[in-house]
């Protein structure tokens, strides 16, 4: 089985805090940055706030350039993660933009909503595991949270000793002290048992998938060797 699934609680819509900051530049057309937190296990950042052709607002979730190109051969932009269901797109990008209002009406730079409750979130995780000679990337995973938003482009990736997840992030223009380049991620856990929840149990799933498609490779050259036999034994047969 690809998928797992933790925890579960009865409730309508997952609950979320948001935190609204304000882009200095007048002439930008990105207006706002979110940072979305659900309950006080999982948080997502540099959600935008973007002013059309219309000047009117809408939400734009942070997503990574892909190597696909589109008919006029240029780069194709996809979401790192997003809403997936109606209904829950509609309350999220709704409260957002209510907050983007408010923020223009009263001129405040930051503001936030918090939320009453921090219950933590369910989550499903499916992995797709793969290797590739040269690069250390052992399989891909998203995260499902309660069947509304999910989470793409999170790497199970090969460490010196073991396994490892590394979430979605972006280059940050900065430099380290190693003169690597620094990135940030993207969307992250919150808390140390959450981390270790969500990581072990992407961590487990691509255990499972991995020895899955080990399992189907063995069948399948043993299906192969017993049709390649049969087949000979056909051809020694003498004509009658």
Request: glycine letters at 6%; hydrophobic letters at 35%; charged letters at 30%.
């Amino acid at each position: 089985m690809p998928y797992e699934t933790v925890g579960k609680k009865e409730r309508k819509f997952m609950e979320f805090s948001i935190r609204l900051n304000a882009v200095s530049d007048p002439k930008a057309s990105v207006r706002a940055f979110a940072t979305i937190a659900f309950g006080e296990s999982f948080k997502i950042t540099n959600v935008a706030v973007v002013e059309g052709k219309d000047r009117q607002p809408f939400v734009s979730m942070p997503s990574f350039k892909s190597k696909e190109r589109d008919e006029h051969n240029r780069a194709v932009y996809k979401d790192v993660c997003n809403p997936i269901t109606k209904a829950f797109r509609e309350e999220l990008y709704g409260e957002i933009l209510d907050l983007y209002a408010e923020m223009e009406y009263s001129g405040r730079a930051e503001i936030v909503k918090e939320v009453e409750e921090t219950l933590e979130p369910e989550f499903t995780v499916k992995v797709t595991p793969f290797e590739r000679e040269g690069s250390n990337v052992l399989g891909l995973a998203r995260i499902y949270f309660e069947g509304c938003f999910v989470v793409g482009n999170v790497s199970i990736l090969k460490g010196e000793e073991n396994a490892f997840v590394a979430m979605p992030s972006y280059r940050t223009g900065q430099i380290g002290k190693d003169g690597k380049p620094r990135y940030q991620d993207v969307c992250f856990p919150i808390t140390k048992q959450f981390r270790k929840n969500l990581y072990d149990t992407i961590l487990a799933v691509y255990q499972q998938e991995k020895e899955l498609a080990a399992e189907k490779s063995r069948k399948k050259a043993e299906t192969q060797v017993q049709e390649r036999a049969e087949g000979r034994q056909r051809q020694e047969l003498p004509f009658h």
